[in-house]
């Protein structure tokens, strides 16, 4: 049984290309980074104090978050300059007939 299934989230196409895309999509916001090395899904809002990365500097693989500078390797997720000291969420992405989709938990069935 798997224990992910893979979600479409957004076109390719509708992406801000070479930059950061947010996505709202089930009551969550994801942001969708254009990279050099392919394509990477994080929660949108910042895990220090809440600000939307969406907004933020993007260059290579470094989200820089608008409100107090800290940054976030957008592959993995790990922090790279603080106030930002905890990892962000990242989800595993794929492209699949022009589709960015992600992997999200499978829900638990109710037995
Ligand atoms: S809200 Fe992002 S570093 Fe503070």
Not at 76 to 89: E, Q, S, V
Not at 91 to 102: D, K, L, S, T, Y
Request: hydrophobic residues 40%; contains cysteine; charged residues 20%.
């Amino acid at each position: 049984m798997a224990d992910e299934t893979w979600s479409d989230l957004v076109a390719v196409a509708d992406l801000h290309a070479n930059w950061v895309t947010r996505v709202d999509l089930g009551g969550r916001a994801f942001a969708v980074y254009d990279a050099p090395s392919g394509i990477y899904v994080s929660l949108a809002l910042c895990n220090h104090g809440g600000a939307d990365l969406c907004d933020g500097y993007f260059e290579g693989h470094l989200i820089e978050c608008p409100l107090h500078q800290g940054a976030f390797d957008v592959r993995d997720g790990r922090p790279l300059d603080t106030p930002a000291t905890r990892p962000m969420k990242t989800f595993p992405a794929r492209v699949e007939n022009g589709m960015v989709q992600i992997a999200l938990p499978a829900r638990r069935q109710r037995q």
